[in-house]
C-alpha cells in the first residue's frame, strides 16, 4: 500500500473514531494521533523513537509534552496533544514554551488528531514563530499535502533540511496570494508596468481605470489558454493512443471489461451507456440539486462522465460483452470506507487514486450511489482549491 492511499485509509479512520473520543485526550492521542505517526513510519511502541510524557520546559521543575521524536538519540520533534474537539489556536503559547527551551528541537506540531499544525523557527533561531509553516486537515487532506507530509516520513526525515523547506513553503504560499491578488485586486503600479510599453502616452487615473480590467482579462485570458492547451494536448494524445494504440488493460477485455479494441471500427455509443449516464446524472441532481455541470466522452476503450472538462473524470463505464464494470476516480480504501465491503471494490489504477466495481447490469449502478457522490464532490473539490 502506497504513503497517500495509507493517509486516505487513516482519514476514513479519523471520520470514523472522532466522534467517540470528544473531550477525552487520552483516546484523541491513542485512537487518532498515534496512529498518524504510524503512519508516517514511527514506531510507536519504541520510547527511542517516540517518547511519551517528555519534561521540557525552562522552570526547574519542567513540565511534559505529550511526545518527543527522536533521531540518532536527541529529540528533533515535539507533539503537543489536545482533545479532538479542542481549539488548536489556543494552545500555540505552550508549545512554544517547550520548543524555545530545547534548542535541539526545529520542529512542533500541535494536533488534535484531525488538525495538525506545523512549526519552526524561521523568524529567530530557537523562538518559535507565531505562524504555522504548514497546517492541514486530515478529513479533507489534499493530494500537494501529501506530498509536503511525505517528507516528514520516519526514513527520509532531515531536521538539518526543515528550515528550507519550511521557507520555501512559506514563499510558495505568500507567492499564490500574491498572484490570486493580481487577479482580484490588480495595482496600478502592476498596471503601468504590463502597460508602459503599449500606451502611448501618459497613464492617468482615468487611463489606468479603464486599462485595468483589460490587463486582468488578459491575464485570466492567458492563464485559461495555457491550461486548456495543456489539457486539450493531453486529452488528444490519450485518444489518439486509446483510439490507435490499445493499452493493456484495452488488451485484456475480459479481465477489465473493456471494448474490444479495433482499429478499424468508429466509437460508438450504446443506449446502455447513455442510461447509465442518464441514472448518474438523475443521481446527483437529487442530491445536490440545480445543474451538475456533468458531461460524458466516449471513447474506444471506456465511456468517461466528467465534470466540465473530460480531464476532470469522476466515472468511467467499462462496459464489454464479457464484463461490465464502474472505475471512480477515488482511492480505493475511501470507497471502501463508504461502501463498507471491501470485497466488491477493487483496485483499478493505483498511480490514479482509482477504484473499480463488477456489475452484472447497469441497475447495479443505484446501489452505488455514496461511490457515485464521494467522486463527483471529489472532482468538485479540484475546481474550488
Known amino acids: 500500500m502506497g504513503f497517500a492511499e495509507e493517509v486516505y485509509r487513516l482519514a476514513s479512520q479519523v471520520s470514523a473514531r472522532k466522534e467517540h473520543c470528544k473531550g477525552n485526550e487520552e483516546l484523541t492521542k491513542n485512537s487518532l494521533i498515534l496512529p498518524f505517526f504510524q503512519v508516517l513510519g514511527y514506531d510507536i511502541h519504541d520510547p527511542s523513537v517516540l517518547y511519551p510524557e517528555y519534561r521540557a520546559g525552562f522552570a526547574a521543575n519542567k513540565e511534559k509534552v505529550d511526545y518527543a521524536v527522536f533521531l540518532k538519540g536527541a529529540p528533533v520533534l515535539f507533539v503537543e496533544a489536545k482533545p479532538v474537539a479542542s481549539q488548536l489556536d489556543n494552545y500555540d503559547a505552550q508549545l512554544a514554551k517547550y520548543f524555545n527551551s530545547t534548542p535541539g528541537v526545529k520542529l512542533a506540531v500541535i494536533t488534535n488528531g484531525v488538525r495538525y499544525k506545523f512549526f519552526t523557527d524561521l523568524k529567530a533561531p530557537n523562538l518559535m514563530d507565531s505562524e504555522p509553516f504548514f497546517e492541514f486537515e486530515i478529513e479533507s487532506i489534499r493530494p500537494e499535502e501529501i506530498a509536503i507530509l511525505d517528507g516528514f516520513r520516519a526514513d527520509c526525515f532531515d531536521p538539518s533540511g526543515l528550515v528550507t523547506r519550511a521557507e520555501n513553503l512559506v514563499y510558495l504560499r505568500t507567492l499564490k496570494k500574491k498572484v490570486r491578488s493580481l487577479f482580484r485586486d490588480t495595482s496600478d503600479e502592476f498596471v503601468r508596468f504590463m502597460c508602459s510599453d503599449i500606451y502611448q502616452g501618459r497613464i492617468t487615473a482615468n487611463v489606468l481605470e479603464r486599462l485595468t480590467p483589460l490587463v486582468q482579462q488578459a491575464m485570466s485570458d492567458v492563464l485559461v489558454d495555457m491550461v486548456s492547451q495543456g489539457l486539450t494536448q493531453e486529452i488528444a494524445k490519450t485518444d489518439e493512443v486509446a483510439a490507435i494504440v490499445p493499452s493493456a488493460q484495452d488488451l485484456v477485455p475480459a479481465a477489465e471489461g473493456t471494448k474490444s479494441p479495433d482499429f478499424k471500427t468508429a466509437v460508438v455509443t450504446t443506449e446502455e451507456e447513455l442510461a447509465a449516464f442518464n441514472l448518474v446524472c438523475e443521481t446527483i441532481k437529487?442530491?445536490?440539486?440545480?445543474?451538475?455541470?456533468?458531461?460524458?466522452?466516449?471513447?474506444?476503450?471506456?465511456?468517461?462522465?466528467?465534470?466540465?472538462?473530460?480531464?476532470?473524470?469522476?466515472?468511467?463505464?467499462?462496459?464489454?460483452?464479457?464484463?461490465?464494470?464502474?472505475?471512480?476516480?477515488?482511492?480505493?480504501?475511501?470507497?471502501?470506507?463508504?461502501?463498507?465491503?471491501?470485497?466488491?471494490?477493487?483496485?483499478?489504477?493505483?498511480?490514479?487514486?482509482?477504484?473499480?466495481v463488477v456489475i452484472s447490469d447497469i441497475s447495479d449502478i443505484k446501489a452505488l450511489v455514496p461511490l457515485i457522490l464521494a467522486a463527483y464532490r471529489a472532482a468538485g473539490s479540484e475546481i474550488s482549491a
Open 286 to 356: 437529487a442530491t445536490n440539486g440545480g445543474d451538475s455541470h456533468v458531461a460524458y466522452k466516449d471513447t474506444a476503450s471506456y465511456f468517461v462522465i466528467h465534470l466540465e472538462k473530460p480531464s476532470r473524470w469522476f466515472m468511467r463505464l467499462l462496459f464489454g460483452t464479457d464484463k461490465k464494470s464502474v472505475v471512480f476516480h477515488i482511492p480505493l480504501s475511501q470507497a471502501n470506507a463508504i461502501l463498507g465491503d471491501a470485497g466488491k471494490v477493487e483496485n483499478y489504477n493505483q498511480a490514479a487514486d482509482s477504484c473499480r
